[in-house]
């Protein structure tokens, strides 16, 4: 990414606050594309090739502005949730829980033991997030994921991976 994409991304509305100075046609028209979806995603992917971490929360934000993520994310949401250049781990596995795919089951598991440097709690928030990603995910793989935790050492994953093995008990 350019210094003038990165600054056209950032013109845009995305915080609180923030008042508007761009809008979702500049960025297209910026980077000569008609689908801001596909735009996104190839985005991210040029961050993940790239390993650069200013590149992939710009390029998460454009994928949020052109409506969000879809089974073709996927795979670039995998490659980035094992990543360790970036900062954005918690979003990564938020997104993967909302995408609902076993595929996703491995790598959220080892999210739950990952304690990347810059995180203040020693992960204890992504090793959550991570759980509740899992719980949102049906099927075998999923349950037999959060039934490991479940006996964790570690208190807040074993109690959330308790707390949803329940729940789908109760469904």
Excluded: W
């Excluded at 491995?106 to 203040?120: F, G, I, M």
Aim: proline share 5%.
């Amino acid at each position: 990414m350019t210094p003038e994409d990165k600054s056209i991304i950032l013109s845009l509305p995305h915080a609180p606050g923030k008042s508007p100075v761009g809008t979702p046609g500049d960025i297209l028209r910026h980077f000569e594309c008609s689908d801001g979806r596909k735009l996104g995603l190839t985005l991210l992917h040029e961050a993940l090739e790239n390993r650069d971490a200013d590149e992939v929360e710009l390029s998460m934000i454009v994928c949020s502005l052109f409506g969000g993520y879809d089974s073709e994310h996927l795979q670039v949401l995998l490659q980035l949730a094992d990543a360790d250049f970036h900062q954005q781990h918690e979003s990564v596995v938020r997104l993967l829980g909302d995408l609902r795919s076993s595929a996703a089951v491995d790598v959220l598991e080892r999210s739950t033991q990952r304690a990347p440097e810059y995180l203040v709690d020693d992960g204890a928030e992504l090793a959550r997030k991570a759980t509740y990603a899992l719980g949102k995910i049906p099927g075998p793989e999923a349950e037999a994921a959060l039934t490991r935790l479940s006996d964790s050492d570690e208190e807040v994953i074993r109690r959330t991976a308790r707390k949803l093995l329940a729940r789908r008990k109760n469904e």
